[in-house]
């Protein structure tokens, strides 16, 4: 049991990955025969120093601490409660991860323990790579997640994915004991902001002031990028006027929201941009598609808002006409051979005509060299005298 998998348990909020995850590692602890006790404690970035000197204090001691759970075969941690400084933390506990074994861990089958992190698709890219260079160089460092995400694809390959399907037990059990009324309040939020935005009456002006005011409203409360895309996604499947057709649109247009699937960290800066790019883009398609608009696309317009829509198959583009190609001839069609012309023969050797004789060199040459002459007789000896012979 030295390299035991990493697992995974993925399914919606408050449905009870927790509690599966818990169960693994009592049923864990009980076959190892160890005592499966969980309790509290405060992580501190940089461990706190007990001296009054500032200048023994730690580089960067910033005083950031989080709540985590402990126990003899893991150590807990949730992401959400990092407020978007998961790679400092995660830094740190990677950091002061001693690796080395826990005394009541010497004489059991279990030598390691788990670092579990709820809800981990709130991690960022850097955080992920700093879990897949842990995974990658240490055999015996294993992690346990829960996330309401698919998981990202640098952990696919070392984690278990278990889904996990269920009500909101959690969101349940929290009204009972406030006595709220048993509704999702950020459901009916957004339902509400739906109807609001598809009868809109007011100009321009009027609709990015208060589109302004409504995203303030979400990050004040800090609903999460990908937690306000999921809530849409619910959203558009319980609006009663929209058509099927139309429903697809409004999901392609959420489909395209950038880093909409987790694990990514969107900085800061650009966080009121992509709410008011994305927000004003639903405003607008929902205020278009109330007043009978249809999404632009292959898909042909709903034959009614109850019964399901016919899907238009795509055209096809037309083949440029090809002429038939022309028959071969058939046998009964050629010409027999005696038909046929003879072939005009080749001229005989007699029909040639005479070749001349080679000329004699011309007498400017001789005068120019005399006779007895060194370079005179090299000329003529070098001058080659060519004699055809015809046999007729």
Known sequence: MDHLPSYAWRGPSGC???THLLHFLSTLAEKSDIRFEIREDIWYVNKPTTSSDPDEEEDGATGKTIPYEESPLHLGFDVARMSMSDKIFLQSILQRWTGQQDLCLLHSAIKMRYLVLYHAHFLT??????????????????????TELPICHRLRDYCLEIPVTGEDHLLAKYNKEQR???????????????????QWKK???????????????????????TDMI?????????????????????LTLLWKAESGSGWKLVTSYRIPMMWEHVQLQIARYLFR???????????GPCASPCAPCPVTPLPVPSMPSIPPATPLPSASSIP????????????????????????????????????????ASSKASS????????DI
């Open 336 to 375: 027999p051979a005696s038909s046929i012309p003879p072939t005009t023969p080749l001229p005989s050797a007699t029909c040639l005509p005479p070749v001349p004789s080679t000329k004699p060199p011309p007498a400017s040459l001789a005068s120019q060299y005399p006779t007895g002459s060194s370079k």
């Open 180 to 198: 709220f009324p048993a509704t999702n309040v950020w459901m009916d939020f957004f339902q509400k902001t739906a109807e609001e935005w598809s």
């Open 230 to 250: 999921m809530y849409w996604i619910h959203t558009a499947y319980s609006i009663p006027w929209l058509t099927r057709t139309q429903r697809g649109g409004l």
């Open 125 to 146: 890219d850097e955080s992920v790579l700093q879990l897949q260079e842990c995974l990658e160089q240490y055999p015996s460092f294993t992690i346990l997640l829960t």
């Open 383 to 390: 001058t080659p005298s060519y004699t055809l012979t015809l």
């Open 16 to 18: 009870g990955k927790r």
């Open 289 to 299: 598609m109330r007043r009978g608009g249809q999404p632009t696309g292959p898909l």
């Open 203 to 225: 100009s321009d002006a009027e609709m990015v002031i208060d589109l302004r005011q409504w995203i303030y409203l979400c990050l004040q409360r800090n609903l999460r990028w």
